[in-house]
């Protein structure tokens, strides 16, 4: 099965599972969120790569009300739960689109993404934070909730009991979790050094992993003031 089948048969209990899948849910976001540079008041332009069911992009709108949100994603079931989230908000537009077609120059202020980017390959992975480094303009900001490999294979091992053990204690039914297993056969998640080394390949400064619990983490950058003289010296 496609990982865009795997996203569509879940979209609906998304929302509700999330939080038991995660269990740092409220640590993570929570801090994604602190460390958003704005001003409430702020009229800011803002990506969500992989939005899925809008639900980080809903916790920035509620902070950041005046936002325009531009949510992409693979799966048209996971954008249609967003279309009903944000019915009443004329800020948010959609796009149904692999991370690959990325190609704004220039326009947001904030690109985030959580629990997206794991899926793709790692050349795939350096090549998008080079397009979302265009993407912003001077003075932006890329947040990526997400997940990492542990380094090595007894800390994988060590990953993957721990998530198990805290997922059970939240209540998650078997069906979401026979589920979730299904989606993480398509995890092609990287070690955190080589995602920080990525983003500084792609000229992001202010570079920062500011929460990791196990695999989880929220990690990026910052896209400078002035821009880079890449004329030849």
């Known amino acids: 099965m496609k990982l865009r089948d795997l996203f569509d048969q879940c979209a609906t209990a998304y929302d509700r599972d999330r939080p038991k899948l995660v269990p740092s849910f409220d640590e993570l976001y929570g801090t994604a969120m602190r460390v958003m540079p704005f001003a409430s008041e702020a009229r800011i332009h803002v990506l969500d790569l992989g939005a899925g069911t809008g639900l980080f992009g809903a916790m920035v709108s509620k902070v950041f009300p005046a936002t325009r949100l531009h949510l992409t994603d693979i799966s ?7 279309k009903q989230r944000f019915a009443s908000n004329p800020l948010v ?18 690109v985030i993404s959580a629990l997206s980017i794991h899926h793709l390959e790692n050349r795939d992975k350096r090549i998008l934070f080079q397009k979302i480094y265009h993407a912003l303009r001077p003075g932006g900001m890329f947040i990526n909730v997400d997940q990492a490999l542990a380094p090595s294979r007894t800390g994988e091992d ?37 995602q920080l080394m990525w983003l500084a390949e792609a000229g992001f400064d202010d570079i920062d992993c500011w929460y990791k619990r196990f695999r989880f983490v929220v990690y990026g950058g910052a896209k400078r003031q002035e821009l880079r003289n890449e004329q030849p010296q």
Request: net charge negative.
């Open 158 to 194: 060590q990953y993957e009991r721990i998530w198990l053990e805290d997922a059970k204690t939240n209540g998650i039914s078997g069906l979401a979790l026979t589920q979730a297993r299904e989606r993480m056969r398509e995890d092609k998640s990287a070690l955190l050094s080589d």
């Open 93 to 110: 537009t959609y796009s149904l689109q692999e991370h690959a077609q990325l190609a704004a120059i220039s326009e947001y202020d904030l």
């Open 76 to 82: 048209e079931a996971m954008l249609a739960q967003a």
